[in-house]
């Protein structure tokens, strides 16, 4: 059982991993790099109000650029990757270790979890580790269901949270709601300029922890937050498929 546990556990040797799935990786993650450096240097809620943060004509077209060729799309393309590395590394873990693969895995995954809670509240707000560690334990889940029922779930899935998220602009958030979400976006680009623009290390992890958990526990920020976990899901329901 040692040695086996040392294969799981250890990297793959070059000769078994999939070149092709290593390149998309990698360019996936300069896409992502790419779309989220707006990110690095200002608060999430610099333009909660409608505003512009870059005026210019020059920058204007550079920000069009970047949502119509970057936005969304290698967030995607990183999930579906993780839904075929997900596929293939339980597979191999069943072959080595049938009785302990999942156990393996689910260890794994809390570990990555606890990777993205640690980076998003320490370092950046804008982690996806801790959304792929939850949608992995969903993904190991669905290994009992069939492939038509996966199916299904995703069909619904991707019909159901816009719909819903429609009917709740119509019926449910008011001017006054949103009025009071634009004040709320604009104290906290107001305390994140103050924490990240001249506090210590200390007082940017502070508010680092502060977002990250109002992004959880303000139920229109958790209710955006699940449109992000549906959409990685979905991508990645694909590629576990």
Not at 87 to 97: P, S
Not at 158 to 164: D, F, I, T, V
């Amino acid at each position: 059982m040692k040695d086996v546990h040392f294969h799981l556990e250890g990297p793959l040797a070059a000769t078994e991993r999939i070149a092709t799935l290593d390149i998309v990786r990698g360019f996936a993650l300069l896409g992502i790099l790419i779309m989220n450096m707006p990110g690095f240097a200002n608060s999430f809620f610099i333009e909660a109000d409608g505003s512009h943060l870059w005026t210019s004509p020059v920058d204007r077209c550079a920000e069009v650029m970047r949502d119509m060729l970057f936005s969304g799309k290698f967030n995607s393309m990183f999930s579906l990757l993780f839904g075929i590395g997900f596929t293939i590394q339980f597979a191999r873990m069943q072959q080595l270790a049938p009785e302990h693969a999942t156990q393996l895995y689910v260890r794994r995954l809390l570990f990555l979890f606890a990777i993205g809670v640690l980076h998003a509240m320490v370092f950046w707000t804008g982690d996806v580790l801790h959304v792929y560690a939850i949608l992995g334990l969903a993904l190991l889940v669905l290994l009992r269901f069939a492939s038509n029922r996966v199916i299904v779930g995703l069909i619904v899935l991707c019909l159901l949270y816009p719909a819903l998220s429609g009917l709740a602009r119509l019926l449910v958030i008011t001017p006054e709601i949103t009025a009071r979400l634009v004040a709320e976006a604009k104290a906290f680009e107001a305390s994140n300029n103050l924490a990240y623009g001249s506090g210590s290390f200390i007082d940017a992890a502070r508010e680092h922890a502060r977002e990250f958990i109002y992004n959880y526990d303000n139920v229109w920020s958790a209710w955006a937050n699940l449109g992000f976990f549906v959409q990685m899901a979905t991508t990645m329901l694909i590629g576990f498929l």
